[in-house]
T-cell receptor, first 116, second 109 residues
Framework: NAGVTQTPKFQVLKTGQSMTLQCAQD?????MSWYRQDPGMGLRLIHY???????DQGEVPNGYNVSRSTTEDFPLRLLSAAPSQTSVYFC???????????????FGPGTRLLVL | SQELEQSPQSLIVQEGKNLTINCTSS?????LYWYKQKYGEGLIFLMM?????EEKSHEKITAKLDEKKQQSSLHITASQPSHAGIYLC?????????FGQGTRLTINP
């Protein structure tokens, strides 16, 4: 299993540009989520999905869109990039297993985004 | 909404020393998760605690959840360079995991 994969690893955007951060998992996990990590603020949830066709907002959803057409893929779209979206983005997936809980999440390696 | 406060925010210890990282919640914890992040990489699941007074160990890392289920501690015994990284606690909320701000651990040889 490849686990959770994210592309690209690094990206530089200009203000106003749009782009899609890709996330895929091959573990047949129903739950997937996107976080952003900023210095001193830990991880903040952007959007999450509990299954194909179902998405919901997290703590900081503004400026981001998601869709979940398949179990494997959960792309994050930046509609019009702003410098405040400069961050490291992590995708995660998890499954519900007795004794482990829903939130034993597997994280991707992250995408570093710089918006100029 | 639930908030998690980690302390200290950063920690520098000599190799071989013991250390403790704390995670305090504003609400009762129904699932407390510890993750480790190596610099520039994703998060790795360490342990999950659910019951008041619960304690789990993995190699030289021990995590505890207090009886009131509002505070957890992560203790590392005889620290090694491989323990360096950022440690994050996470609490189970409504279909999401809320994280603390992280503790950056540096191990000096």
């Amino acid at each position: 299993n490849a686990g959770v994969t994210q592309t690209p690893k690094f990206q530089v955007l200009k203000t106003g540009q749009s782009m899609t951060l890709q996330c895929a998992q091959d573990m047949n996990h129903e739950y997937m989520s996107w976080y952003r990590q900023d210095p001193g603020m830990g991880l903040r949830l952007i959007h999450y999905s509990v299954g194909a066709g179902i998405t919901d907002q997290g703590e900081v959803p503004n400026g981001y869109n998601v869709s979940r057409s398949t179990t494997e893929d959960f792309p994050l779209r930046l509609l019009s990039a702003a410098p405040s979206q400069t961050s490291v983005y992590f995708c995660a997936s998890s499954y519900a297993t007795p004794g482990q809980g829903l939130w034993t999440q597997y994280f991707g390696p992250g995408t570093r985004l710089l918006v100029l | 909404s639930q908030e998690l406060e980690q302390s200290p925010q950063s920690l520098i210890v000599q190799e071989g020393k013991n250390l403790t990282i704390n995670c305090t919640s504003s609400k009762t914890l129904y699932g407390l998760y510890w993750y480790k992040q190596k610099y520039g990489e994703g998060l790795i699941f360490l342990m999950m605690l659910q019951k008041g007074g619960e304690e789990k160990s993995h190699e030289k890392i021990t995590a505890k959840l207090d009886e009131k289920k509002q505070q957890s501690s992560l203790h590392i015994t005889a620290s090694q360079p491989s323990h360096a990284g950022i440690y994050l606690c996470g609490a189970e909320g409504a279909q999401k995991l809320v994280f603390g701000q992280g503790t950056r651990l540096t191990i000096n040889p």
